[in-house]
């Protein structure tokens, strides 16, 4: 067993030595895509507690030491968050909070049934949207904790050594989101969010150290708003960092592009790649093949990257190109979707 560890080891450390490796940015579609026709939307709020949902709503908010306005002040800072991104997007021609419409929560705390497609039809037809962004659901759970903490408060004595309390107060803030469209029928996306937050405070008696949580109904606010932007975000491509590895190890232009390459001289690295090509020996060859399909996705050129990559896999054996096809099929994949 130690013996074939130590065979695995020798080969992982042979191949990086033949390799670097690069960072490179790259665009992946946004998770959301919208008709390329919507182009004027509304913002709805289901997240009001109805009638019979409200008692238990405020049982809830006395249980968990909530504030009365603030899963109403939280929800309306998410659509804010919201409204504000999707005006910055430059795809819609308008942007409402759909504010006079009165849709309540069936349930406390969880997604309530989507809305049917007549439904839809109708509200985007009577506002004049191409579709409506829904809050289907804002709630925020606090859970309350108290220990002792030893403290100095400054006296006419002096500072005189107290055991006060410490107040723990951790508040779970969850929102979900509905996109509806009378172009595609059911829903258009959905997800959940849920981010937590935690305070700490300090006072001689629970009232006290309650009291000294001044800033936690801004912060819950501001977590609020920041939750309605990364919806929003869901709509626009974004860029991730990924690592490629090319090789280095072969011949002296292997060795020079490898320099050329470190200094970002990618497209002069790329020319001493393409000389050989034509290697009569089958592994110089499979590399340079291989190392063209990087230089063809630093470029941007998917299509080429991948043809050079299964031309060094598949006439050369060279077996990391194997991996870079399904890397470079998943990144067409994802740039080709509707």
Request: proline content about 9%; overall charge positive.
């Given at each position: 067993m130690r013996g074939l560890l130590i065979c695995l080891f020798c080969a992982a450390l042979l191949i990086s030595c033949k390799t670097n490796e690069l960072y490179l940015n790259v665009t992946r579609p946004s998770p959301v895509t919208l008709p390329s026709g919507i182009k004027k939307v509304g913002i709805i709020n289901r997240s009001i507690p109805t009638d019979e949902t409200s008692i238990v709503d405020a049982l809830d908010r006395i249980l968990t030491l909530e504030g009365a306005d603030l899963d109403r002040d939280g929800a309306w800072e998410s659509i804010a968050g919201?409204?504000?991104?999707?005006?910055?997007?430059?795809?819609?021609?308008?942007?409402?909070?759909?504010?006079?419409?009165?849709?309540?929560?069936?349930?406390?705390?969880?997604?309530?049934?989507?809305l049917s497609q007549g439904l839809v039809d109708s509200l985007c037809n009577e506002t004049g949207t191409d579709a409506l962004f829904s809050l289907e659901r804002f709630d925020t759970d606090t859970r309350v904790g108290f220990g002792k903490s030893p403290g100095n408060p400054e006296t006419a004595l002096g500072k005189i050594p107290l055991r006060g309390l410490e107040v723990s107060m951790e508040t779970i803030i969850k929102s979900g989101w509905r996109i509806y469209t009378p172009a595609v029928a059911g829903v258009l996306d959905e997800i959940a969010f849920a981010e937590s937050l935690v305070f700490t405070a300090n006072g001689l008696n629970p009232v006290a150290a309650v009291e000294a949580l001044t800033g936690r109904k801004n912060a819950i606010r501001e977590v609020s708003r920041n939750a309605g932007h990364t919806y929003a975000m869901r709509l626009l491509p974004y860029r991730l960092r990924v690592t490629r590895d090319y090789f280095v190890k072969g011949t002296d232009n292997f060795k020079i592009a490898g320099r050329k390459a470190q200094t970002g001289k990618w497209d002069e690295a790329g020319s001493l790649w393409e000389k050989e090509i034509s290697n009569p020996k089958m592994k110089i060859a499979g590399r340079a093949c291989y190392n063209m399909a990087i230089i063809n996705e630093i470029n941007g050129s998917l299509d080429d990257a991948l043809g050079w990559a299964q031309k060094s896999y598949e006439d050369y054996g060279i077996r990391p190109a194997l991996k870079y096809i399904r890397i470079l099929e998943d990144r067409k994949a994802g740039d080709e979707q509707p």
């Open positions: 919201l409204t504000a991104e999707l005006r910055a997007n430059e795809r819609f021609s308008e942007v409402k909070e759909l504010k006079d419409i009165n849709f309540r929560a069936s349930r406390v705390g969880v997604l309530p049934p989507p």
